[in-house]
């Protein structure tokens, strides 16, 4: 098992809560509110403590929960751990799965597994939380999210078409971690480290060949003075690695400087960290976050098994503090390339307050030809959610253009031709059916 955080935010501490106890407010307070006893940071500024704050009479105790699934793993495999322990975000990033000798503790592996993570060298590293371990079936090599967390021999086959960087964020970076594709956005990269790693990602390039670390003070000063000198930007995604693995603190230091920029209107969080680790969403952090409305998070899921007590109460502190919650899943070849998978996927996050928002064809990075299935499968499960489920249910599918053509979306399509002045549609059943519409003969 991994022991060690890597990243420049300081180790967490080595001891540990004695309870699981944690505060949460009440009742909604104001942007402007700060949580008991820290000044809000401001440009050039960090965060302070405030003078003579004293308790805020509206806190009161709650655990995290914890489903029988996460304590069985907890007491099979980390006896001397207690629950506060485990229920600690910092102790799972610090005791996550990394190497072979874990990977034998949490499942039986195949050869073929064995093989991948023998060979390894400067491919994506294993990184796997306890809490997530939980989820994988040990005696099967074939459970969905087992085949996302375990490499295989495949990922060392490249095949036509792939890239380490598919679509070309390296060569649309103004400054260093600023992605500008879009004119009125931009991808903010602000750390390279995952509390897992999907082996689908995206981004590998970004941790095999660097390692795990956040970025410095100058690289998002870089990033944010770009952003200010440009006034067409008015959406920034933070992103990274995953930003909600950075200490509360960092993260604010972050947020504030944004917010004081003028014409950034919103700001979203590009996370998994509710899926993986949720132990992460306390009610300190949620109160921090609420401070920067408009705020969305959008949060990677890719199959119901994710959709545990844990994730629900992590989603639910996120909603009840004002925070809009959108899905993203990759479509990915033996994980979630069903119909059945994906709509009890869409009705267990709306259950969760989160909205499906995209389902993306997998990115053709090196070695991903395992995972990806044809475009029209992608269109096939589209089809049998819509007008089967309510359209709140229905997230759009996309490919994201190679080479940086950014997000294209793709529909089965509906529409069949003209009659006349009638257009001719099919609906989810297939039927066919005449809409009126007279074109002018000016048209």
């Known amino acids: 098992m991994d022991d060690q955080y890597v990243g420049s935010d300081s180790e967490p501490p080595g001891t540990h809560p004695q309870n699981v106890t944690l505060p949460v407010l009440e009742s909604p307070v104001g942007n402007a509110e700060v949580g008991p006893g820290l000044e809000s940071p401001r440009a050039g500024e960090a965060l302070r403590?405030?003078?003579?704050?004293?308790?805020?009479?509206?806190l009161r105790s709650v655990r995290h929960v914890i489903s029988p699934r996460s304590d069985e793993l907890r007491?099979?495999?980390?006896?001397?751990?207690?629950?506060?322990?485990?229920?600690?975000?910092?102790?799972?990033?610090?005791?996550?799965?990394?190497?072979?000798?874990?990977l034998r503790h949490l499942v039986n592996l195949t050869y073929d597994e064995e093989q991948a993570v023998i060979r390894g060298g400067g491919n994506l590293p294993v990184g796997i939380t306890p809490y997530y371990g939980a989820l994988l079936d040990p005696d099967n090599a074939y459970d969905p999210l087992r085949k996302t967390m375990?490499?295989?021999?495949?990922?060392?086959?490249?095949?036509?078409?792939?890239?380490?960087?598919?679509?070309?964020?390296?060569?649309?970076?103004?400054?260093?971690?600023?992605?500008?594709?879009?004119?009125?956005?931009v991808l903010f990269l602000v750390t390279n480290f995952c509390a897992t790693y999907c082996r689908y990602c995206t981004r590998a390039?970004?941790?095999?060949?660097?390692?795990?670390?956040?970025?410095n003070t100058d690289q998002y000063q870089q990033a944010l003075d770009y952003i200010a000198a440009h006034p067409e930007i008015r959406d920034v995604l933070i992103s990274g690695g995953d930003p909600l693995t950075m200490m509360d603190e960092r993260l604010e230091w972050l947020l504030a400087r944004?917010?004081?920029?003028?014409?950034?209107?919103?700001?979203?969080?590009?996370?998994?960290?509710?899926?993986?680790?949720?132990q992460r969403i306390t009610p300190e952090l949620c109160r921090m976050l609420r401070r920067y409305h408009p705020l969305w998070m959008s949060i990677h899921f890719m199959h119901p098994t994710e959709?545990?007590?844990?994730?629900?109460?992590?989603?639910?502190r996120l909603a009840d503090a004002g925070i809009p919650l959108g899905s993203q899943t990759v479509l990915t070849r033996g994980v979630n390339d069903d119909v059945d998978t994906m709509k009890r996927l869409m009705h267990g996050l709306l259950r969760n307050r989160v909205r499906p928002y995209y389902i993306y064809q997998c990115d053709p990075i090196t070695g991903s030809g395992h995972f990806r299935t044809s475009v029209q499968k992608?269109?096939?499960?589209?089809?049998?959610?819509?007008?089967?489920?309510?359209?709140?249910?229905?997230?759009?599918?996309?490919?994201?253009?190679?080479?940086?053509?950014?997000?294209?979306?793709?529909?089965?399509?509906?529409?069949?031709?003209?009659?006349?002045?009638?257009?001719?549609?099919?609906?989810?059943?297939?039927?066919?059916?005449?809409?009126p519409d007279p074109q002018s003969k000016c048209e």
Not at 154 to 178: C, I, K, N, Q, Y
């Open 258 to 278: 944004l917010r004081d920029i003028p014409h950034v209107e919103f700001l979203r969080i590009g996370s998994k960290i509710p899926a993986v680790l949720p």
């Open 150 to 185: 375990i490499p295989i021999t495949g990922e060392f086959v490249r095949t036509t078409g792939e890239a380490d960087d598919p679509l070309a964020e390296d060569s649309h970076m103004p400054v260093p971690g600023l992605v500008h594709r879009y004119p009125d956005r």
């Open 378 to 435: 992608g269109l096939e499960i589209i089809a049998g959610l819509r007008g089967h489920t309510t359209g709140y249910g229905v997230p759009t599918f996309v490919i994201d253009a190679p080479g940086g053509g950014g997000k294209i979306p793709l529909i089965p399509d509906p529409v069949v031709g003209r009659d006349g002045d009638f257009v001719i549609l099919r609906n989810y059943e297939g039927g066919e059916f005449r809409y």
């Open 307 to 316: 959709l545990t007590p844990e994730v629900a109460q992590a989603c639910g």
């Open 75 to 102: 007491r099979r495999l980390f006896p001397k751990t207690t629950r506060a322990e485990w229920n600690d975000w910092r102790w799972q990033l610090r005791c996550r799965v990394r190497d072979l000798n874990g």
């Open 205 to 215: 390039r970004m941790v095999g060949q660097t390692g795990e670390y956040h970025f």
């Open 49 to 58: 403590p405030r003078r003579n704050s004293p308790a805020s009479p509206s």
